[in-house]
């Protein structure tokens, strides 16, 4: 099930008629509801990771618990360690075992161990990453562990979250469950708006990208430069508005549900430098990856000045790359993220540094626009094949800068729509940069309100394709 499905029409609507206004405003029934209506929500998107995460879940919830009582000591860091390790192999079964399977048979040019295809659940990493989280937290004291099963539960199965991220830490999600919540027009309100604005640069920018992509690249291997340079920036607007529209779905439904998430993006496209742009990308796993990876190597490795910084930050961006899986592409992306931070390094900065303004002036849109090309080229790593192939595309794109474009591909009514709709979903965001959603317009007049949403409901319309289609990032 998708938030873009019909399907999913009926139980949020049923959901939030439930809780607003059938049922008493009690903490416990609203819970009830949430967690109900989550379970209904995965099992009905994939029934076996419903079961997997239950059983996890639960596992988690006993042994985290009993980890708390221990004694500080050996045993306590033993238990720790044991339960980190346990969560990552999970992970590693179902995500890596199969490329890092192949990737051996391939490296000994063997096929003795073929294991087939291996099930991947719905959600395993954000879902990971929260259960590892929890464990270091609760190891560090900086949360108690959770004593109500059924908060717990509710927690890790959130629907609006399940999917998309972001991936939040247990001790800023469950306190918005101790009391009960009370309808908000504002909020509400806000939260239909950001949902809106999520719709259309999924179903409508996103899904236009997507198909102006894969028509620039029906022949890759005699194309231009300028058209592979093209092809590069619609898969870049592609992966963008697909993950961010589908995070500002689940945004507004939860909100609607008067419970806030994390905003996982900031309009990255909008920095002006790589630190500012991480700060602004899937925030939810940077703030993860700061705390739980970077920040521990750097202090480690304090004495190391420069040379340490540069190690946690690489080491960082190293789990990026395996965030998305074990394929080479994935690892390149993760490197090169990394190496992009050295000029920043050798400054004597680090993963917190982002200088600079992108507020006004020419020097601010050019690094802008340098930054945003650099971004779209290398996430051409981010994809299903070989590190390699992307490379000879990369390759080409350079060598091949001085031959003619061809325009078919480019020019006409239809893909002036496409450029017309991107060119309105960056304007749109462009002129609300500074609030915590692109269609968060509540400031200005009503005229001009209504203007807006006008414009993006007929644009989804007239312009929407395969609604109810997948999300890239389900199965990371």
Not at 22 to 40: D, W
Not at 233 to 258: P, Q
Request: aromatic content about 18%; proline content about 3%.
């Amino acid at each position: 099930m998708s938030f873009t499905s019909l399907s999913f029409i009926p139980l949020i609507i049923a959901v939030m008629l439930l809780q607003w206004v059938v049922l008493p405003k009690r903490a416990f029934f609203q819970n009830v509801l949430i967690l109900v209506s989550s379970l209904a929500f995965v099992a009905l998107s994939d029934w076996k990771a419903a079961i997997l995460i239950a059983l996890s879940g639960a596992i988690n919830f006993v042994l985290v618990s009993k980890m708390h009582t221990l004694a500080e000591g050996t045993v306590k860091k033993w238990f720790f360690y044991f339960g980190c390790i346990l969560n990552v192999a999970l992970l590693s079964y179902f995500k890596y075992l199969h490329d890092l399977v192949a990737g051996l048979q391939s490296l000994f040019s063997t096929d003795t161990f073929n294991l087939g295809k291996i099930y991947l659940p719905l959600g395993i990493s954000f879902f990971t990453f929260q259960l590892i989280g929890y464990w270091i937290d609760v190891y560090n004291e900086e949360t108690e562990p959770e004593k109500d099963l059924f908060v717990f539960f509710t927690y890790l199965f959130y629907f609006p979250k399940f999917v998309s991220g972001p991936i939040e830490r247990l001790q800023n999600f469950t306190p918005q469950l101790k009391s009960a919540r009370q309808f908000n027009i504002p909020q509400v309100t806000d939260g239909m708006r950001q949902f809106l604005w999520g719709f259309f640069k999924k179903t409508v920018v996103s899904a236009h990208c997507l198909l102006f992509y894969k028509s620039l690249y029906a022949s890759p291997d005699s194309m231009s430069g300028t058209n592979l340079l093209l092809a590069a920036v619609m898969n870049g607007i592609y992966v963008y508005t697909d993950f961010s529209g589908y995070s500002d779905m689940a945004c507004g439904i939860s909100k609607g549900l008067g419970i806030r998430i994390t905003n996982n993006f900031a309009f990255p496209f909008f920095a002006t430098n790589i630190g500012e742009f991480w700060k602004r990308w899937h925030i939810s796993l940077t703030t993860w990856i700061m705390t739980y990876v970077y920040t521990p190597i750097a202090f480690i490795l304090r004495r190391q000045k420069k040379m340490g910084t540069f190690i946690a930050i690489f080491s960082a961006f190293i789990i990026v790359g395996i965030w998305h899986g074990l394929k080479s592409g994935y690892l390149v992306y993760g490197c090169l993220q990394a190496l992009f931070f050295l000029p920043l390094v050798l400054k004597g900065g680090n993963m917190n540094t982002s200088a600079g303004s992108n507020t006004s002036g020419i020097v601010s849109f050019l690094r802008m626009l340098a930054l945003f090309l650099l971004v779209c080229i290398t996430a051409l790593f981010v994809r299903e094949i070989p590190a390699s192939q992307t490379l000879k595309e990369i390759s080409a794109l350079l060598t091949r800068a001085t031959q003619a474009p061809d325009l078919s591909g480019v020019l006409g009514v239809t893909n002036a729509i496409c450029w017309a709709l991107i060119a309105s979903c960056f304007a749109v965001e462009w002129i609300n940069r500074k609030q915590d959603h692109g269609l968060n317009i509540q400031r200005l007049t009503a005229p001009v309100r209504w203007s807006f949403y006008i414009f993006v409901i007929l644009a989804i319309f007239f312009f929407s394709e395969f609604p109810g289609g997948g999300f890239i990032y389900a199965q990371f």
